[in-house]
Nanobody, 124 residues
C-alpha cells in the first residue's frame, strides 16, 4: 500500500505563503493521480487541487484557490507539493494529501489513499 505523509503546515498571517509537501513510501507515484483536500472546522472535506498521473500535464483547482495555489509533482523524489500564496483566513483547515491510481483527481470523488493531514492556520 501507499503511505503518504504531509509536512509544511503551520501558522501564517493573511497574505503570506506556505508550501505543503507530501512524501510517499511503499509505491512509486508515477501512475497515481495526486490531489490535495482540506477540511475546515464544522465543514465537510473539500477538493482543493489535483494533478494527473505520469508527467502531471493536467491540473485542476477549486474555484476558491485558483490563481493562488499551485500543485506540482516530482516523480523522481516521489513527492507532490502545494504552493499556497496570498493565504486568507478562510484557507484555515487541515490539509490532506491523496493518491489514486487513475488519470486525474478532479473533485470530491472516492480516493484510494490518504495522508494523516497537516494543519494550516491563517490569522487575520
Amino acid at each position: 500500500q501507499v503511505q503518504l505523509v504531509e509536512s509544511g503546515g503551520g501558522l501564517v498571517q493573511a497574505g503570506g505563503s506556505l508550501r505543503l509537501s507530501c512524501a510517499a513510501s511503499g509505491a512509486t507515484l508515477t501512475w497515481y493521480a495526486m490531489g490535495w483536500f482540506r477540511q475546515a472546522p464544522g465543514k465537510t472535506r473539500e477538493f482543493v487541487a489535483g494533478i494527473s498521473w505520469n508527467t502531471g500535464s493536467s491540473t485542476v483547482y477549486a474555484t476558491s484557490v485558483k490563481g493562488r495555489f499551485t500543485i506540482s509533482r516530482d516523480n523522481a523524489k516521489n513527492t507532490v507539493s502545494l504552493q499556497m500564496n496570498t493565504l486568507k483566513p478562510e484557507d484555515t483547515a487541515v490539509y490532506y494529501c491523496a493518491a489514486d491510481r487513475r488519470p486525474l483527481i478532479s473533485g470530491s470523488t472516492p480516493v484510494g489513499f490518504w495522508g494523516q493531514g497537516t494543519q494550516v492556520t491563517v490569522s487575520s
